[in-house]
């Protein structure tokens, strides 16, 4: 009986495996669709930027456009008109679908609800997998992909710069040990639930790329049946940490090598295509583009680059970003172009946190708050600050409003000049001078 049991679980799982294109490189043939509902995140990697409004990058973390739950199931409805060879659903950000879980559950019901042939899948960073694992499971999630790039605190303190956990923002050894220990238990806790589990190691060299198969060694252990050696996306131009100081991407040899001191351990996968948060079609195929309301045709084109953009800096002294977001009262603005930096009238606004240390109180007065904060930010792209809590953190990024705190406690000039300079390059594809006032 025992026997007949292990046997049928594992056809069944080896049909779930041959017909997924992401775990399988036999199952081209399928089509994917992932579905972008996940703007926040509860960590920051320094490999990653991700970008709201884009369409020209193929990388993880960029989208054309944040959908809600019923955007995203129309979306996925016209699309499958259109490709009926789609199997499979899944949700990938552009932030964490867990850190987003009540948008991430009430899409995947709601497509589960539809009762196709479908695969349902949740690419997470596994921080709080183990709080949602049994949620997935019971919505019909059967694939899960954590990204996990180290089991050392030591390795992973430098590629996380903040974990958020608890309503705390952690940092340094505590944040990397934090998630790393809440990624194995969420692994562990998936796989005794019967989910097919692959894990994403992005490959960094001189940071994790001596540590991958001790990674390898461990997932397999915890009950991971596929593991994906992703090369590091650094070019400068995405805008991310480490592309900005300069580290490096894999060479072919080195994730090669990599990839044979994992495979000691467990299956690898080669056919990864690092796809976008709202990739649509075949891998290697991608058709985001291919579907707009007014049903043009425009996949693989760019779109044309932003004429402008607005920042707002949250700001004490009026010379260092060192306020908290939710302790602002008014928000210096400025406005980029490719002509130069143009100071805007100041935003005064309401102060946002009147108690709470992280300010992610749910209450009506201060969702009402919130809502009269994001009405005077109107027209802002982006707003840097000292610290966030989470709950305005996911308002913002649902408005269309990028926070960040990466540039803490530096000078305003410096920073809006760094910045200046990424919108000329992201406008221009050109070089550019860091001198605010010259042109692009």
Not at 272 to 285: I, N, S, T
Not at 293 to 317: F, H, K, M, N, W
Not at 336 to 349: C, E, F, K, M, Y
Request: overall charge negative; some cysteine.
């Amino acid at each position: 009986m025992w026997r007949t049991q292990m046997g049928e679980l594992l056809a069944t799982q080896q049909a779930k495996i041959e017909t997924h294109p992401c775990y399988s490189k036999q199952a081209h043939q399928y089509a994917r669709i992932h579905l972008p509902v996940a703007p926040a995140c509860n960590i920051q990697c320094n490999y990653c930027n991700r970008k709201f409004d884009c369409s020209n990058e193929s990388r993880p973390g960029v989208v054309s456009k944040l959908m809600s739950p019923a955007e995203a199931v129309a979306r996925y409805q016209k699309v499958k008109m259109r490709i009926p060879e789609t199997r499979v659903v899944g949700i990938a950000g552009p932030g964490d679908p867990l850190a987003n879980p009540k948008s991430t559950i009430a899409t995947l019901k709601a497509v589960a609800a539809l009762k196709h042939e479908l695969h349902l899948c949740v690419s997470t960073n596994g921080l709080n997998l183990l709080d949602h694992v049994d949620d997935l499971k019971a919505v019909g999630v059967d694939h899960l992909t954590i990204t996990i790039n180290c089991i050392d605190a030591d390795i992973g303190s430098k590629i996380y710069p903040w974990v958020y956990f608890n309503h705390k923002r952690l940092r340094g050894r505590v944040a990397a040990q934090t998630l790393i220990d809440r990624q194995l238990a969420g692994l562990k806790a998936a796989a005794d639930l019967g989910m097919l589990v692959k894990i994403n190691t992005v490959l960094i060299p001189g940071i994790n790329d001596h540590h991958v198969a001790a990674v390898a060694q461990e997932v397999k252990r915890l009950g991971a049946m596929l593991h994906n050696v992703m090369p590091l996306i650094a070019e400068a131009e995405h805008g991310t940490y480490f592309g900005l100081m300069g580290q490096r991407s894999p060479t072919e040899s080195e994730i090669a090598a990599a990839r044979e001191a994992a495979g000691q351990s467990m299956e690898q996968m080669s056919h990864c295509q690092q796809c976008r948060a709202d990739a649509v079609g075949k891998l290697g195929q991608d058709c985001h583009a291919d579907l707009d309301d007014d049903g043009s045709s425009a996949c693989g084109t760019s779109a044309l680059p932003a004429a402008e953009r607005y920042i707002a800096v949250a700001s004490q002294s009026g010379v260092l970003i060192d306020q908290h977001f939710g302790h602002a009262t008014h928000f210096q603005v400025y406005q980029l172009t490719q002509a130069g930096i143009v100071r805007q009238p100041d935003r005064d606004v309401d102060q946002y946190c009147l108690g709470s240390t992280e300010c992610d109180d749910e209450s009506l007065n201060q969702q009402q708050r919130m809502s009269t904060l994001i009405s005077s930010l109107e027209g802002c792209d982006q707003v840097l600050c000292s610290r966030i809590g989470m709950g305005p953190w996911q308002s913002l990024e649902q408005h269309g409003v990028t926070p960040s705190t990466d540039y803490a406690m530096q000078a305003i000039d410096e920073v809006l000049a760094i910045e200046w300079q990424r919108f000329c390059e992201n406008s221009t594809q050109g070089t550019v001078s860091s001198e605010i006032g010259e042109v692009c």
